[in-house]
């Protein structure tokens, strides 16, 4: 099906927005072609008539009008509940309590992301002690012991089948941080702790484009997402503590 259609699905809740998708599209396929077939019939019907059809003629149906106006409210409202039930699953509900927690910062032009390391607590960052070239995105303050093992990379790892909880931040302007298979997309704004949460289910390395215009670097400020199976990704973790 790749190709033409979308990419995997890799989470439960990727699987929801496709399948609401799927269910709005059929509904409009079936309005469309509905629509168009009566269009033809009235065509062919009032082909090359003399009869003048003036509104006088037709007589209103008000019978008609109820139907097709309680109708389409139903669907929509259908739509809408069925569809908002998947959103407010992501959006109105906090994280599972053992989520893993990880920090994603945006800037001009590049992704940067943080876990709490061993001690499981994020430690205490200073916008003074920002440094890029020194490998110190996030300002991590290192007389902190809890900064100390604070986990950076340039690019997400995430572990295959646990709940995952970002927390999203920028440094600049606004970013986005979009994952085509989770269909994930939200903005990273500044001043904002924006939280994220969803749980891969397949194992793999997906693209994570930046999706809002952040400046003349935009088109290249990217890296990736891995799905990883977790004895593999604690071993990442254990090895990338310093
Ligand atoms: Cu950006």
């Known amino acids: 099906m790749n190709g033409w259609w979308f990419p995997p699905a890799i989470s439960r809740e990727a699987i929801g927005f496709d399948v609401q998708f799927i269910r709005t599209f059929v509904a409009a396929i079936i309005i469309f072609v509905a629509a168009q077939c009566a269009l033809v019939a009235i065509v062919w019907r009032y082909r090359r008539s003399r009869r003048t059809v003036s509104p006088g003629l037709i007589p209103a149906s008000s019978r008609l009008e109820y139907v097709w106006t309680t109708a389409t409210a139903c669907l929509f409202l259908g ?7 998947v959103w407010a699953s992501v959006q109105f509900t906090p994280a599972p309590a053992d ?14 992301f943080r876990y709490p390391g061993p001690d499981g607590r994020f430690g205490r960052i200073d916008i003074r002690r920002i440094d890029d070239a020194g490998g110190n995105p996030f300002g991590l ?11 950076t990379s340039a690019s997400l790892r995430v572990p295959l089948g ?3 909880k970002l927390i999203l931040t920028s440094r ?8 085509r ?7 990273l704004v500044p001043g904002m702790r924006i939280p994220v949460h969803f749980q891969a289910d397949l194992p793999g390395t997906y693209e ?19 799905v990883m199976p977790v004895a593999e990704y604690e071993s990442w973790k254990r090895g990338q503590a310093h």
């Open 208 to 226: 994570v484009p930046c999706s809002e215009l952040c400046g003349l670097g935009h088109f290249k400020m990217g890296t990736t997402v891995t």
């Open 162 to 164: 646990r709940p995952v």
């Open 141 to 151: 303050d290192e007389r902190d012991p809890f900064a100390k093992d604070d986990i």
């Open 99 to 112: 989520s893993e927690v990880i920090e994603v910062l945006g800037k001009q032009f590049a992704w940067n």
């Open 79 to 85: 739509l809408l509940f069925l569809g908002s039930h």
């Open 172 to 179: 600049d302007v606004i970013h986005s941080f979009f994952v």
């Open 181 to 187: 298979e989770l269909r994930i997309k939200q903005d």
